[in-house]
């Protein structure tokens, strides 16, 4: 799975890679958990452009009668995301990138568990494929606030994450990003690109346990022990 992450990218570098005229205001992110907002980068409504804009992390179905549920669905199987009733619409008609330049997993050891930052091995940022949905709570009438979430989906560990986890996010190469935001690919064309990213491409590390608490977002998070 995928429960932490990191964004620390200068946003100029951010607009370049991604290729959006501009994004909402960050600061770096160390140690970015579920139910914050996060960069999501999404086809323009013209489907020739790119939006870039914050998400709330935990998707929240159109049907859900409160946001609660979003809590739970930070993640999405790949292998069941086409029929599974919280994402198969989504995975449909609404797909994004997730913006990231580092995720973290702990390693179960004897005295117990150590938190590893993985992340390219030049510290590049990357895009995790996701899903968003819009929902507004109907109890609040015409006036409800519409809210904007997201899920990261994930497949099986490559080998550099398999010491870690059996999980990891789908990292999609920059050259998939077309076709996974693209609202004319098809069912196979998308599944396709759900896979492990490469054996050799990333590299992990030990990290400060700081990190083991979601109130800590600091530079101390990303310190190798």
Not at 43 to 60: F, Q, V, Y
Not at 160 to 184: F, G
Request: charge should be neutral.
């Amino acid at each position: 799975m995928c429960g932490r992450f990191t964004l620390r990218t200068p946003a100029p570098k951010l607009i370049e890679i991604f290729q959006v005229d501009a994004i909402p205001k960050l600061s770096p992110r160390f140690n970015i958990a579920p139910t914050q907002l996060i960069l999501g980068i999404r086809a323009a409504e013209s489907g020739s452009e790119r939006d870039a804009l914050m998400m709330r992390w935990g998707l929240i179905p159109f049907w859900a009668k409160d946001q609660s549920i979003g809590n739970r669905l930070i993640n999405a199987r790949s292998e069941t995301v086409a029929e599974k009733p919280s994402f198969r619409n989504a995975f449909k008609k609404r797909r994004c990138l997730i913006v990231a330049d580092g995720f973290y997993e702990w390693q179960k050891l004897e005295d117990g568990k150590q938190p590893h930052l993985i992340q390219m091995p030049d510290a590049e940022p990357f895009a995790i494929a996701g899903l968003w949905e819009s929902w507004r709570d109907k109890s609040q009438g015409d006036d409800a606030k519409e809210v904007t979430s997201c899920t990261l989906l994930t497949t099986s560990a490559n080998q550099e994450m398999q010491a870690l986890h059996d999980r990891m996010p789908v990292i999609l190469d920059p050259a998939d990003w077309a076709t996974w935001l693209s609202p004319e690919s098809s069912v196979a064309q998308r599944q396709a690109l759900l896979k492990p990213l490469s054996d050799g491409s990333l590299e992990h590390f030990p990290v400060s346990k700081v990190v083991n608490r979601p109130i800590n977002d600091t530079p101390e998070c990303i310190q190798p022990v």
